[in-house]
């Protein structure tokens, strides 16, 4: 057995998107550009209308995916392929951006909580350029085993003890657990070996191999089989893995693709409306 231990650590870093949305920068920030193939990772959090009610007007994505994964409030999708939905408090929306779409997430609220992540996953480039596509995954459609030491797992994607998560539209088949501790508990997670993980702990306290994780904090890990995670009662985390893709990455807002030709050529292509169709 090989465990896993924390290589790097970073703290949100509060910006403003969309239209002004109130959000904290995790990955995809100066201290952690990405971390293959994971892009960005933003958490948003707000009971003041103000900070979120413009919500993220129509924009374009080419070259990745999308995952929104709702804690508490409502928000509707809505996008240039005909998809719709309103994502609620433990749902999860998984869209395949590929060669062009135009989406746009508003609030379905005007007082109240609102608070989630939102994730990029990079696809690789034979597949940047694939048909856009999308997933609409209520809470009840989600998997959540309660395990004999009071830890509780959401299986959002990938695999648990044998459960399978709800997403069928990832390309590079991530992991992604959200694990609460109802008591002081360990809980040892099995992941490929191979696969770059990290996780973000967004309530209480955490211990990995004894380096405290506190609330706000992300943690990159090294390589190895078994992910030892210690938390506190009321201790709430997320844990992401998955197969780096190994590519050059180039980013120019809400396009990545693998060179900078690409990215002129996705800009032109918006521009004249034919990012899509």
Known sequence: MSERKVVKKVQGMATQDGAG???KRILGQPALRNLDPFLMLDEFGSDN??????????????GFQTVTYMLEG??????SAGNSGVIQSGGIQWMNAGRGIIHSEMPEQTEGLMRGFQLWINLPASEKMSAPGYQDIPASQVPELTLDNGV??????????????PVSTQSVKPLFY??????DAEQVIDLPIEHQCFCYCYEGCIEIVGEPIVQGELAVFSKGNKLRVKGNAGARLIVLAARPIGEPVVQYGPF???T????HQAMMDYRSGRLVG
């Open 21 to 23: 949305v109130s959000l």
């Open 74 to 79: 409502k928000m509707r999708h809505q996008d």
């Open 256 to 258: 990545v693709m693998n």
């Open 260 to 263: 900078e030709a690409e990215i």
């Open 152 to 165: 509780s797992v959401k299986v959002l994607a990938g695999e648990f003890d044998q459960i399978k998560g």
């Open 49 to 62: 209308p103000g900070e979120y009610i413009a919500g993220f007007p129509e924009h374009p994505h080419r």
């Open 178 to 183: 959200d694990l609460a501790f109802s008591e």
